[in-house]
């Protein structure tokens, strides 16, 4: 099985940063996968990642993608012949029975332009599908049955149920922040940094309560392999470098030797708590 990565933020850096950036994340999607009991392997293309499940079980490596940051989505994808009937026969059973029904064609093109356009395949395709199934009538703004398709110089990938991701930047890749924690609101702040691409550095007193979800977004946590492995920092010497906290429990922190001034980072400083509970949800924690 494949899927198709798609990174947000990181393409928006400049070529050294967005390869250094890339390649932490492919090491932690990596570690993802293989603490879930799976294997697989990455490849970078065009902007993108392509993934190739080598050993294990689809749902393991897709709940990875969703604890991943610097994915904003993936998608699984079946590939065939770049040729309309093939792939309007190879989607013809997922079409919706009933008369009148309505779908689009979305597709779009990744790599060099060869005999195909986007909007030129996708009308053939829509052409193809209406004499397979005349019943359905094309609806381009909101369709009942979208068709997801990419279309790539020697293949057109089907693409699958869009699985989002959780965005921000791959772990690691912003430093280390330290953090303390003790309670739902400790973790929560954490959670944003390391969103924004923090790594934690946990306090010997942090509550145990929280470890299986840090562990379930950074196997970083687990053992020392996975620490040697995904050890990463913003340039050379800085791994494990601290240079903030983080968490309501700031006080703690006053002996923390580091190189550069320590800042503190209050990330949920004005946040409502309708606010919060989406917070939860996204973090994957309930509310205690």
Not at 3 to 12: A, D, P, S, T
Not at 108 to 135: D, T
């Amino acid at each position: 099985m494949r899927w198709i990565l798609r990174m947000g933020e990181v393409l928006l850096k400049s070529r050294p940063v967005r390869r250094f950036m890339r390649k932490a994340l492919e090491k932690h999607i990596i570690a993802q996968v293989e603490v879930r009991g799976a294997k697989v392997k990455i490849r970078p293309w065009q902007g993108m990642l392509f993934l190739d499940l080598i050993e294990g079980d689809s749902e393991v490596v897709e709940d990875a993608l969703r604890h991943s940051f610097g994915l904003i989505s993936a998608d699984p994808i079946s590939s065939v012949d770049v040729d309309p009937a093939i792939v309007a026969a190879s989607v013809i059973s997922n079409a919706p029975k009933e008369e009148g029904a309505t779908f689009a064609v979305q597709c779009k093109r990744h790599g060099q332009k060869g005999e195909w356009g986007s909007q030129s395949f996708a009308g053939a395709v829509g052409a193809e599908i209406l004499a397979l199934a005349p019943h359905l009538k094309v609806n381009l703004g909101n369709p009942q049955w979208p068709v997801r398709i990419a279309l790539m110089p020697d293949e057109v990938g089907i693409l699958g149920e869009k699985i989002i991701c959780p965005g921000g930047l791959p772990t690691g890749v912003q430093g280390t922040v330290h953090t303390d924690i003790q309670n739902e609101r400790d973790f929560l702040a954490s959670w944003l940094v390391m969103r924004r691409g923090c790594r934690l550095s946990l306090s010997s007193e942090t509550n145990t309560e929280f470890m299986d979800v840090i562990t379930c977004w950074d196997p970083y946590h687990l053992e020392e392999k996975w620490r040697q492995k995904l050890a990463t920092a913003p340039g050379p010497g800085h791994i494990g470098e601290i240079w903030a906290v983080v968490g309501d429990s700031l006080i703690s922190f006053d002996n923390l030797e580091s190189k550069v001034p320590i800042a503190n980072l209050e990330p949920l400083v004005g946040w409502s708590d309708d606010s919060l509970e989406i917070l939860r949800q996204r973090a994957g924690i309930i509310k205690r």
